[in-house]
């Protein structure tokens, strides 16, 4: 018995990538494209002719819309339309924008068709695609709609900054807060992760992939 085919859209600025992952992705049995867009914008007037459209293929960074207010403007008129993010580079940043935008994962451009394949698979069976770069702890809980997310853009940043030997103070000059400012991002980590020091929290991230050494 064969898997039912999965409608996606591909919405990207770059004509050439986005024609020719559409061609790539035509290959395989398991998706189908119904239609491609070249920005936000142009996504919001051709979705609306296609209701069965069950994924959708995010560029990042695209003129006009780009694809975190895109991806906004989907989860909130189109809620159960999944959305997976397409990354130039491993942008933690951009990459988490675009989760809490209620993109479902990422994926490089530069992966393969069959990694890909698999990111699409994943997301349509469980909502959300684990990868590399992103704890599957986090996806979840953005993707059970917390009205906020587990962690801060500056508390990932202090966990990041935690991995190396810089001092508390050292770090807060880095971050352009007082000292005390830092404290309380890593109470609030120590708090959220039941964790009691700084090791601990260099730990958690290593093992989450939420730091890289």
């Given at each position: 018995m064969s898997s039912p085919i999965i409608s996606i859209a591909i919405v990207d600025d770059h004509t050439l990538f986005r024609s020719g992952l559409a061609n790539l992705l035509e290959e395989f049995d398991e998706v189908k494209v119904l239609f491609e867009?070249?920005?936000?914008?142009?996504?919001?007037?051709?979705?609306?002719?296609?209701p069965e459209?069950?994924?959708i293929l995010m560029d990042i960074n695209m003129p006009v819309m780009d694809g975190f207010l895109a991806t906004k403007w989907?989860?909130?008129?189109?809620?159960?339309?999944?959305?997976?993010?397409?990354?130039?580079?491993?942008?933690?940043?951009?990459?988490?924008?675009?989760?809490?935008?209620?993109a479902g994962g990422y994926m490089l451009k530069e992966s393969t068709p069959t990694d890909l394949l698999e990111s699409i698979k994943g997301i349509i069976s469980k909502g959300f695609y684990v990868n590399d770069l992103v704890s599957g702890r986090l996806l979840v809980a953005l993707k059970e709609g917390d009205s906020k997310p587990p962690?801060?853009?500056?508390?990932?940043?202090?966990?990041?900054?935690?991995?190396t030997e810089l001092t508390y103070k050292e770090i807060a000059d880095l971050m352009?807060?007082?000292?005390?400012?830092?404290?309380?991002y890593r109470e609030s980590l120590f708090a959220k992760l039941n964790i009691k020091s700084r090791t601990g929290l260099v730990?958690?991230?290593?093992?989450?992939?939420?730091?890289?050494?």
């Open positions: 867009a070249v920005n936000g914008i142009d996504l919001q007037s051709k979705i609306v002719n296609y459209v069950q994924l989907v989860k909130q008129n189109f809620p159960k339309v999944n959305v997976l993010a397409l990354s130039m580079q491993e942008d933690e940043k951009a990459i988490i924008g675009m989760l809490r935008a209620g962690f801060t853009a500056r508390e990932l940043t202090f966990l990041q900054y935690c991995s352009n807060v007082s000292p005390r400012t830092v404290d309380n730990v958690y991230g290593i093992k989450n992939k939420l730091v890289t050494i």
